[in-house]
Structure formats: structure tokens, C-alpha cells
């Protein structure tokens, strides 16, 4: 079958995600709760699912959520760069309530969600991490025809592969939920992407998180 089965991952909680702090490509550790979340997603993956490989990105806070997952499978992490987090420039460190006061022209094309502008700093825009997240899944995915593989990542990552799936523009609103260590469930084909399953967090019995950005 050409297809390939990926679950697709958001790292476990920070300190920065409770704060409402931008963190992008700021290397942020998991707090205690992120680190018990990794784990018991670890566990349930081990018993449930067939993993053939794992990837993440080479920021911290994925990359421990991965190291878990993979110890409980049996199999090694292979880091990527190119499922980082989109960068956000001078964003990155300051809370929601801060952009809004100390940057609000650029605030308003972050709320409206405007496809080519990047924040300031070497930000990264829409366009641009859409297409850096797919041309990665299909690198990664074309390696795996036939066997289901685990991503991690981050919400923006997420976002990204949500909205290829479902065929939605990046201008459009937000309706589903990113929470942390919730297994996204996913299709790949040389066609493209399909969402099979979305925002499964059963592992944490009530304990996950929602938010906008990591």
C-alpha cells in the first residue's frame, strides 16, 4: 500500500505554554506535568500501537517528548529541524498581552492571520511554515510506505498539518483543539495528506492543556 500512517504529536507542557509566553524557537524545557504527559502518552502508544520509527524536532521540549515515546517502543529518535516550531521573531518571549501592547500593528496580522507577513526579527510567515512542515512530512513519510510513524512537534506544526489535511487555506479560523501530547492521527500518500483522527487525549484522563501557540 503506498501510504504511510503518521501520528502526529505535540510535545508535552512547558512552563512558557501556562504562561501564555511565545516560545518558537526559544529551546524551552517540559515542566513536571509535561514530563508525566510524555509518559503516559509513552505508555498508551506502547501498548496500542505499532510505532516503526520516530522523529521530532530538535528543540527540547519535542525532543524529550520523542525520547520517551521511543524508549517505550523500542526505537531510537531521528531529529529534523524542519518540524520546529515556526519562528515568530521578536514575538518569541513576550505573552499574548504584551505582543498587544508593545507591538499592536504587527499583533492585528497575527490575529487576522495574514498568509506572507512574518513577524518582525526574522519571523517566520504562514506560507513559509507550511511549506517547510510538508516538504518535511513528505520526506519523512515516503520513507515509511506501509508502516505508521510518530512525529512530534509543536502546535504550529500541528496547525499546519491540520489544515493540509482538511484542505483549509491558512486564513482560516482555528476550530480545533492542540493539546499537548494528544495524538493526532493522520494518512500520507504521494498525493498528499487526510486526517484520520484528531486531539486524542484519552492517555491524560482530563489533564491536557489547549493553547494557541508553544
Do not use: C
Request: negative net charge.
Amino acid at each position: 500500500m503506498d501510504a504511510t500512517r503518521i501520528l502526529a504529536i505535540r510535545h508535552g507542557e512547558t512552563a512558557w505554554n501556562v504562561d501564555t509566553r511565545i516560545q518558537g524557537h526559544i529551546d524551552i524545557p517540559l515542566n513536571d506535568t509535561g514530563l508525566q504527559q510524555a509518559r503516559w502518552l509513552a505508555e498508551a502508544l506502547a501498548e496500542r500501537d505499532q510505532v516503526n520509527a520516530v522523529y521530532a524536532s530538535d528543540l527540547l521540549r519535542a525532543h524529550v517528548t520523542a525520547q520517551t515515546i521511543a524508549q517505550a517502543v523500542g526505537l531510537a529518535v531521528t531529529t529534523h529541524p524542519g518540524l520546529r516550531e515556526r519562528h515568530f521573531g521578536d514575538f518569541q518571549g513576550r505573552t499574548f498581552v504584551e505582543i498587544e501592547a508593545e507591538l499592536p500593528d504587527h499583533a492585528h496580522h497575527w490575529r487576522k492571520r495574514t498568509p506572507d507577513w512574518a513577524p518582525p526579527g526574522a519571523g517566520e510567515s504562514l506560507i513559509a511554515l507550511r511549506e517547510r512542515v510538508l516538504a518535511t512530512v513528505d520526506e519523512l513519510a515516503a520513507r515509511h510506505l506501509g508502516e505508521q510513524i510518530v512525529l512530534v512537534a509543536h502546535g504550529g506544526v500541528l496547525d499546519a498539518l491540520y489544515r493540509a489535511a482538511t484542505r483549509l487555506d491558512v486564513q482560516a479560523p482555528r476550530t480545533w483543539q492542540l493539546p499537548n501530547t494528544a495524538v493526532n492521527r493522520l494518512l500520507w500518500t504521494p498525493e498528499g495528506l487526510s486526517l484520520v483522527g484528531w486531539a486524542d487525549t484519552t492517555h491524560l484522563d482530563g489533564r491536557s492543556r489547549d493553547e494557541t501557540t508553544v
